[in-house]
Structure formats: C-alpha cells, structure tokens
C-alpha cells in the first residue's frame, strides 16, 4: 500500500465515521438522502477516484477506489458510490465525459435492451429496468439499448421517466425505472460493443459488491467481538465461553477468507482480468457473508435483531449484496462452463496458471 493509498484510506475513514453514522442509515432507508456524504466525498475528490487527471479525474488507481469502497461498505453509505464509479470508468474508456453527480445502472438483460430512435433534434428513447440501485436520488442513470442499426449507451435524467420506489432486504434504494416514448434532446447516444459492455459491466459491478460486503465483513467482526467482551454472564463476559470462543474463530475464519478472496478480486481487476479470479471470490465471499451473518447473530442473541443495534446494518446488507451481480449459483455454473472448456488437459493450468 503506498501513501497515495493509505491518504485516501485515512480521509475517508474518518469522513464516514463522522457522518455515516447510525441514525443517518436508518434515515435512508426511510426515503432520505444522505446529500452531506456526497458532498462531502465530491469535495473531497473521491468521486473520480481512478480516472486520470486529464480526463477530469482525480487519477489513482482502480485499488485505491475500491479501497474506498470497502470503506463505504463497512459503514453502510447509503449512497450509489460504486455505480457511479463503474459507470465513470465505462465512459472514461468509451471517451466520453464523467460525472462527480450520483450516477446508477440499468443492467439488463439481452431481451431488456432500451430503444433509441433517432429523431432531427434528438433521441426518442423507451424502455423499463427493474431493481436499478439508487435510482430515485440518481442524476442520471446509464442505459443500454439498440438503434436502428447498432447497439448504444446513454445517459438519462431519471426525472424524464417514471420511477417505482423499490427496496431490497436492506432498506436500499433498488428501483424500477420505466421510459414511455421519452424526448430527449442533446442527449449522446454512444455506439458500444454489445457483449464487451455487458462483460465489463457485469464484471465491475460483481468487484463493487465483493469489496462492499468484505468491509461489511470487517464491521461485523468488530462489533460482535467488542459485544462479545462486554456482555457478562454468570459472572464473566460471554466470550470467556467455550462456545462462544469456537463461534468467534469460526466468524474470524469468514471475515480472513473474505479479506483474501476481496484482495485476489481486486488485483485481478487492476490487471484488467475479467475472469475466473473474480468468479471465485464473488462465489467464496458471498458464503462468508451468509456464514457471518449467522454466526455474528448466534453470539448477539436477539438484540442483533432489534432496530436500535447497529449490527443489522451490515447483516442486511450482506444477505443483500451477496444476491446482486451474481449468486453463487450463477457464477457457479459459469465457473464450470470455463472449466469444461479447458478440457482435461487443461484444468491444472486453469486452476494455477501455470
């Protein structure tokens, strides 16, 4: 980790830890937005963390974002931090301009493609997408769809459509956005590669949803390790218990996996491998999460459960986030997939890239 990191990681610690606080997620899942987080990270350049200067971004290196990512995850920052980043990096690669304005993604399916139809002063564009992060407080949402001739990204103004308030487990904005024949003028439809977009995106946002839950994992720990120590019975505090103590290691063991698989996914991204790496720690992270989460409430008892402990903050989110951008089914069987390929002769190879 160099300084550059380790200043980013430091700043942003503190920038959550002073304004990411309980009552501010609590509030979010209630219909507010947390604008003085945003604004606070804007001001403070971590909006366009990884998109070089001369494309007005504040440089760094896709490690550091997600460094800051992990962050946001620990706190839960009711925020769309990494579908801005992701969204941010597309266009960055694409040329086009970047935003430091909350962003999100319409990730579709194949037969969910959004239609542009070009008009002398403009776009006609239609189309609905279901579960879109953050949507409602987003200022504008990336969408993928077809024109008469080629495959093409835009970005909308949410307000030209009509949202459906939606939530997942965690109290999270996840909405259903719905075009109906909308106008847009001045609106820059840019022609893609259907399946390079739809990996690059598929990829980035299942790294998003691996360092999140990896700092979820983080604060999980913290939290049942210092409930653990402070809560007596018959006499002594609860982690003095055998029981409790084989719960502890087992909750630490997940937390250590998690951390690795986080890292391994990381890495590869930073390298621009957008396969097997990121599979395996996506499939490996979100079985710690679901083992966390068990374990972390077996240790509080039923206060882990009530609205004033914190620790559901983070549960909820893990249950969540381990379903987005893939399961461990899904990346299961696409997992097999790369491996039947390979062939026996090619399966030791694949697994140790030697």
């Known amino acids: 980790m160099n300084d550059i990191t380790e200043m980013l990681i430091d700043s942003t610690n503190r920038i959550m830890k002073d304004i990411c606080t309980k009552e501010l997620v609590n509030e979010s899942e209630k219909g ?8 606070m990270l804007a001001g403070s350049g971590m909006i366009t963390v ?13 490690t550091d974002a997600l460094s800051i990512l992990r962050l946001a995850g620990k706190y839960s920052a009711p925020i769309p931090l990494a579908e801005t980043y992701v969204a941010n ?7 086009a301009d970047i935003s430091e304005e909350p962003l999100t993604i319409a990730l579709p399916s194949r037969n969910e493609l959004f239609s542009f139809k070009e008009n002398k002063d ?4 239609s189309g609905k997408a279901s579960s879109v992060p953050w949507a409602r407080f987003a200022k504008q949402v990336l969408v993928i769809g077809k024109t008469e001739s080629e495959h093409a990204l835009a970005l909308i103004k949410p307000e030209y459509g009509e949202i459906a308030f939606r939530q997942n487990l965690a109290g999270e904005a996840r909405d259903t956005i719905t075009f109906e024949s909308v106008f847009m003028e001045n ?8 399946d390079w ?7 980035s946002l299942a790294v998003t949803r691996i360092v999140l839950m990896a700092g979820a994992l983080e604060r999980v720990l913290e ?4 409930y653990s120590s402070e809560r007596n019975q018959f006499g002594r505090p609860i982690h003095r218990f055998q029981a409790i103590q084989q719960q502890l290691a087992l909750l630490a063991g997940e937390y250590v996996a998690a951390g690795v698989a986080s890292d391994y996914a990381v890495d590869a991204f930073q390298k621009g491998q957008l396969s097997k790496e990121i599979i395996m720690a996506k499939i490996r992270i979100n079985e710690a999460a679901g083992n966390a989460a068990t374990l972390s409430h077996q240790i509080h008892g039923a206060i882990g459960f009530t609205y004033e402990h914190i620790l559901h903050q983070n549960t909820r989110r893990l249950w969540s986030w381990r379903d987005e951008f893939g399961t461990e089914t899904e990346w299961g069987m696409e997992l097999a997939e790369q491996i039947m390929e390979k062939g026996q002769t090619g399966i030791w190879s694949f697994l140790t890239d030697k």
């Open 122 to 125: 403009g776009w006609i564009i």
């Open 223 to 226: 939290l049942t390790g210092k």
């Open 50 to 62: 990884a998109i070089p200067e001369v494309r007005g971004g504040n440089g760094g290196e896709y």
């Open 187 to 194: 609106c820059e439809v840019i022609p893609i590669d259907l």
């Open 89 to 95: 990096w597309l266009l960055n690669q694409l040329g």
């Open 32 to 39: 507010r937005w947390a604008a003085d987080l945003w604004d």
């Open 197 to 203: 977009v739809m990996k690059q995106l598929r990829y």
